[in-house]
Each structure stands twice: as C-alpha cells, then as structure tokens.
C-alpha cells in the first residue's frame, strides 16, 4: 500500500550500517543487522539466557528493542541523506511467549512522511524445520530530522 | 484512583524480589530493583556505552525494557499468592531523548483486575541536583495467571 | 498467519449481524455492515458533514469507532457460541487526513485466544475511480467472555 | 511535570471554543466542552441510546472521540496564534464499561513541543453522589501546524 519505496538517499544501505554499529545495545543484546531494502530492515536475535524474563522466555523489552530498531532504519532507508531518526511513540502486542531459538523482526513503512514516518514492524519467531509464528506485531511513529552533524 | 492496594498476598515484595532477580535481562542491562510498594514498583537504571543508541542516549529499548518490568511487578504486588504476570501489550511515548546519567521507571496499577491489569509506567530522567524530567510515560495491559508450578 | 480461520460457532455471521444491529453508535453515524468472514470483518463509512472535525475531515473518533467495531466482530466470528466481545485496549496510527468520501475499515485476528485475541484494522478511503489509499491503522486487544445471558 | 503552561496565544479560549463549534462530531454525538485551561481542556459527555454498543454501554469509539478532542484542544491551548492540531496517533486502555450516566475525558498536555506535543486524557464515569470512576485513559501524539489559512 506503500508507494513511496524509492530511496531518497542511494547509500541508504551504507548509512543504515555504519547507525546500526553505533547502537551499542543492539551489540548488548547480540543483534544482528540482516535485510536492508527500501523500506524494509529486518534485525535478527539468538535467544540467550542473557535475554530472559523469569519464566526464561526473552523478555518483552528486546523484543521491542529490535522491533524499534528495525522500524527506526526502515524508516531512514526512506530519508534523504543528512537526516536522522528518533523514535516518537511505539506500540506492541505481544502474542505468544518467545519461547524460539531465534527472533527476527521485520520493520516495514507504512506511510513515509518528510518529518514524520508511520511504521509496522512483525517479530517472528523460528522454530524446527525453519517454521516461523508471529510472536508480536509493533505500531509506531518515527521523527525524521537533518542530523545535527549534517553538512547542510 | 485506584482503591485495590491492599496487597492479596502478603509476601508480595519477597516474591517480586525474587522473580526479578530471574530476570537476566534487567542483570544484562544493569537494572536495579527500588521500592516495591502495593501497587507500585520502581526499576533505576543506570546509563552506560552498552545500552545507546547511535547518538549515545540511552536506547527506547532500554526504556521499555524497564518500564514494562515495573508495570508488570506492580501488578503482581496486588495478585493472589501464585500467580505470575506476562505483558499483553505496551505503548510508549517517548518526550525527551534520555540523555541523562540515571534512570527510573516507576510502574504503577491504574486497575488491578482478577485476570488482566491497566499499568502505567513514568520514566524520569534525573539531571543535576537531583532534578527530574519526564523522559517517556507508558500504558500497558498485564495478563495475570496462576504460576504453571503454583501448588493450587 | 493465522491458523485459526476455522469458525467455532457456525452460525457466526448471524450473530455478528445481529449484535451489530443493537450497536446504536453505528447507526448513529451511519456505518453499515459489511463482508463478515471467519476473523475479517469490514465496515463502511460515508463521509458527512454530521462526522468532521474542524477542518472538515472526518473525525479520528468516526475512524477509530468502524475500526473497533470491525475488529471485535472480527474476533467475535472465531469465538464459540454463546461469546461476547469488548475491547480492553487500542492504538491508531493516523497516516492522512480522512478526506475521502467513503471509507472502509477491514478488521483481521491476528491471533484468537481463548480469552483475549489480538486484531489489526485498516482504515482505507476510497477516491475517484475507486482507488483506495490508507488512512489509519489499529492494533488492539480483544477480550472474549462468556455472554450475561448465555445458557451454558 | 510539565513546565511549559503558559499560553503562547492569550486568545487561546476563544480560538479552542470557536474550533470546537466546527466538529461536527462532538455535536452528534452531544458532547460539550467545559473547562479551558493553558494545558488542560474538559469535554463532557451525557450517555444516550444513540451512543451505545451492544450490551448498551458507551461505546468505546465515543470515549475516544472526546478524549482525543481534549487532548488536541490542550495542545492547542498551549500553541502559538495561527497554529491547528491533528491527531498523529493514540491509544487507549478501557479499564471498566462506561455504564455511567455522565462521563467526562480531561486532556492534559505532558509536553508541549514546536511540532508535536504528547498528551494524555483520562475518561471519568460520573455516579450517582458524584463520585467518579476512571473509565478509559489515553496517551496521544498531536502534530501541531500552521494554518493553511494563517495570515503569517
């Protein structure tokens, strides 16, 4: 439904990287950087007992920490070159314990908007045989703004 | 606003103690457990390289992660003995960049029902001198349950 | 993604229709019924100067209102016989200004639980030609209760 | 919290007032505003037939059509002259069914911004003595703009 997939910035890929390595809790987390298409970012995460809430589930607070980040860089993937992103508001439903070996969220632009993107992101969860279930699905606003660092 | 803050259980800060110390992801992020009162619960945190975001604050994620555990104990401060809580769905807004050196999530029940909860979660930011700012402020719904191991 | 397309309750749409009949905030705003199939369920909207708000658009309320509607009937046709719905919580994301002059939303399970279901609604607006653009977009949290007047 | 509760607009009771003359909605569905404040706007609600779901409750699109009207006019009390509010987004918790015969949504600005301000509402259910019950309480994010037909 989204039409405005064309990258404003052809080094899209390249800018959403060189961001991801400088989340320091992506790496804290064990997080890792996979698809980077316009519109589209997906991060994926390994379960591990560093990860877990009390029942040994990961908690809900990395799933929304990738599901954010995910949305934030599908957004930007979207941004002319010089901007940068800021979460304004997020919302998840959390539909099953992530009980899974490996999480993947899927970040997607809903609406792409010059100082204001709406986003979707789906975090899955793999099981045997590479079957995947929904395990939350995220709503969420992005604020877009030339970065301060910007040359322009 | 709230009349159910009589704890159902007696015990309600030895067991809150207790399931938070299982939650390895808050040891992860560095996160620290206050005041556990009837219906209100408070998670500090502490901010460090290992929880930013590509502008060195302190990452959304991280916020949740905090916020959603304080809810989910505040909760839990008012359910019967044996019962565990898991989070349905949050929403947050995010008012400030949480630049600042200490963070706190205090959580706190709006309404404390036999099955699901209505939370609400402050994140405050504390500068110099000891004075706060609003960073985020969440809602969530908290599924409450019998414990899967409770002796009922 | 949902596997759970199997109505429980035959007689699902009758019920729907029925119960939608008695919702008097509908006819209030002149909203009809729409397809009803096992977990979607759609409701119309014509644009009138009796639902704007102050620029002559229709209002987020008029918006939201087909949305939940749409999205309870939407978990209420998997639920078993003798069910009622209520919702305990939303969120929408407004993406354009509801200019259009009829409107749609289309209410979807994402997953049917027993006691709670969590649904996703689209709002589109319909242009000349019959072209549909998104207009909002909701996640909420349905809870499923046995009906006051169920015989069973 | 917030600090910024000084009107930038003097005029900023008579602008909300005239603005809220112009949705349409609130008349159909009989709401009035009540108090105007610099951060804080009242809008009432008396239960009608006309405003039902199917069990006869306030139906939950009706709260948030007055909780979100609150919110954007406390936005907008705190704006500059020649400014209007649109939603960007909201979300509500239903924390009892508004059985009540009198209910009433007070919009609070949490922070008031350029472009955006983070509002909350609280839906009150008025009994019999006056006493109140909290009903529904929302968290939203208004975008704040220009007005296309500003002299400026």
Redesign the interface.
């Known amino acids: ?1 989204t039409k405005s997939t064309q990258p404003a910035n052809p080094d899209f890929e390249a800018v959403i990287r060189e ?2 390595g ?4 992506m ?3 064990g997080a890792r950087l996979g698809q980077v298409a316009p519109g589209l970012v997906e991060i994926s995460l390994d379960a591990s ?7 040994g589930f990961v ?4 799933l ?3 599901a ?2 995910a949305s934030g860089y599908a957004a930007l993937s979207l941004a002319p070159a010089g901007c ?1 992103v ?12 992530a009980i899974h070996a490996r999480l993947k969220a899927i970040g997607r632009v ?2 792409s908007g010059r ?2 993107s ?1 986003c ?1 992101a789906d975090v899955l969860g793999f099981e045997r045989e590479g079957d995947s ?2 395990v939350a ?1 995220m ?1 969420s ?1 992005v ?1 877009i703004r030339r970065s301060a660092g910007a040359g322009v």
């Open positions: 439904m961001s991801f400088r989340q320091n809790l790496a804290t987390l007992p560093a990860l877990t809430q009390q029942n908690h809900a607070g990395a929304v920490s990738i954010d980040s940068e800021l979460a304004v508001e997020l919302k998840m439903s959390f539909m099953r314990p809903l609406r100082t204001l709406t979707a279930v929904l699905t709503l606003t604020s």
